[in-house]
């Protein structure tokens, strides 16, 4: 069993003992595959995030239920899980990173199906397709400077964000969640607390329906405390409402729909004439420059707000030739 499968099935050792919630899948056979889904749902209702809840809701009903939905435990076969990986990487194109988290879910519910029904089924054995290493874009130092120029020439809330996130790594959820009791100026900190996102409501039944959701970042190490620059608290003084609640990129007490920001993003880019950025290019790029003035790992991991340094090692830091180049020169020939 995985580590994420093994997270996911936490809270699984108390099963529900009513079918509550699920009166309305009148039309699901109790027992199979597809009823167990709607029972590990509800199962775990409480401990899941919304954005999780409905992260797994869609994968379910896209992906997990039409291909397994009617069928009962004992007739689900390791040839099945097969034939459904190449369904999801060949015929529909998926990433192999998507298809992993489908697959990860589809066996969470298996096992758990299995234990619930007291059945001792075959063991399947999953392969979980691996990801092509992709190249992370990063702005060179050139790029850096001329959007950070576009971003101070009559800055406004937007660009403000854009900046923000720039110079501190934050990932676009987590501006757009900022409020204004969020920053201290005196002792010139940042405090991550919220980030906002757009998810599939699950409750209406229509998969397509999103919503704006406000809730707890990504992870625990999500929560953190940033040490602000000074150009940085300059720029709090400025655009301050002198309203504690209100969010920092609208000043009103509505936050800014982070799908907003990404159009300001590129627009902004357009005009710089810098191709290929996305926010999370600033997240990388920021990481790229601490590496570069000598940071630590483990104080740019907590910065950045991951659970261990290896995803900030893996993800976030991307030597360049000249750093390579720079440290084979430290190597003396001993002649």
């Not at 007739?75 to 529909?92: A, G, M, N």
């Not at 059945?119 to 054995?125: G, K, V």
């Not at 002198?242 to 609208?250: G, K, R, V």
Request: with cysteine; proline share 4%.
């Amino acid at each position: 069993m995985t580590c994420a499968e093994q997270k996911l099935l936490q809270t699984n050792s108390c099963f529900p003992q009513t079918t509550e919630g699920m009166a309305e899948k009148r039309d699901v056979q109790k027992d199979s595959f597809a009823w167990y889904c709607d029972s590990w749902i509800i199962a775990n209702r409480i401990r899941l995030k919304a954005s999780s809840s409905a992260r797994y809701k869609a994968d379910m009903e896209n992906h997990i239920k039409p291909f397994f939905g009617e069928r009962m435990l004992s007739e689900i076969t390791p040839e099945d899980v097969d034939s459904f990986t190449r369904l999801l990487l060949c015929q529909k194109k998926l990433s192999a990173k998507t298809a992993r988290n489908i697959l990860v879910l589809f066996h969470t519910i298996f096992l758990y199906a299995e234990k619930r029904s007291g059945q001792q089924l075959s063991r399947l054995e999953i392969i979980y397709p691996k990801d092509q290493k992709k190249t992370v874009r990063v702005l060179s130092r050139e790029e850096e400077a001329k959007l950070m120029r576009f971003l101070v020439n009559e800055m406004d809330l937007c660009k403000f964000g854009v900046y923000l996130a720039l110079r501190t790594g934050l990932r676009i959820g987590e501006v757009c969640a900022l409020r204004w009791s969020d920053i201290s100026r005196p002792a010139g900190t940042l405090s991550i607390c919220q980030t906002v996102q757009r998810i599939q409501n699950p409750d209406a039944g229509n998969y397509g329906k999103t919503e704006l959701v406000i809730g707890s970042p990504k992870t625990d190490s999500s929560q953190r405390v940033i040490p602000l620059m000074p150009d940085l608290n300059a720029l709090f003084a400025r655009f301050d409402p002198m309203d504690p609640m209100a969010f920092i990129l609208t000043g009103t007490h509505c936050c800014m729909e982070p799908r907003k920001l990404q159009r300001r993003l590129k627009e902004y880019t357009e005009k710089c004439q810098i191709q290929e950025v996305h926010f999370h290019t600033l997240r990388h790029t920021f990481a790229t420059r601490c590496m570069e003035v000598g940071f630590d790992v483990k104080t740019l991991s907590e910065i950045l707000g991951h659970s261990n340094i290896s995803v900030t090692l893996n993800q976030y830091v991307h030597p360049n030739l000249e750093q390579k180049r720079q440290n084979m020169s430290r190597l003396k020939i001993a002649v």
